[in-house]
């Protein structure tokens, strides 16, 4: 079968734009297999957030930079590189889960999530019992039996603010059950407020 010119120019964009729209797609989708945490600069900035109640300060030996979290939950802006610096001098900001990693703030690394960023810094295993204000009260709505196993997986770190919400809830009323009380008192050994 024989095409006339026009036929033939049209069929030739035709198979033009299908092989262009191929490229840009494969070309896209390499760019986002691309982000891998591996792939980013290590002058990233990552929003990570207080798990201590008062005061937490850091000051990296690295640099001197020093970071200040006013209380629980308050937030503050690290680089990779200095949560890096951060894990290889002083550990127990991970291993007592006296910060919690939110993730990236730049759009561009949105998905990656947090368990990839841990995984980076190679501290992922001191969260696999995270306690923090957001899902505390949690806690006190399980058997005996589950608060014991819960808290003795628990960073050292978490324990400190489990008792001071344990108090507050005792003290507002909400936390009433001794036998919770004591599975408490037993599992952090401390001595709790007692309902009246």
Known sequence: ???TKEQREAKKAAEET????KVVETKLTKEKAKINIKNIPLNTTVLVKSNCYGQLVYKSKKTGFQIEWDNVSSQQYLTLDELLTM??????FFEKNWVV???FTDDEYSDISTEEILDFLQVKQYYKNLLCPENIDELFKMSSEEIEKRL???ATGSKDFIIIRANE????GELD???V??????SLNCELSRPE
């Open 18 to 21: 299908v092989v262009k729209d």
């Open 101 to 103: 990693i939110e993730g």
């Open 1 to 3: 079968m024989a095409y």
């Open 177 to 179: 059950s001794l036998r």
């Open 169 to 172: 809830l005792i003290e507002s």
């Open 87 to 92: 894990r290889n001098t002083y550990r127990k």
């Open 181 to 186: 009380i004591n599975v408490l008192e037993k």
């Open 152 to 154: 003795s997986n628990t």
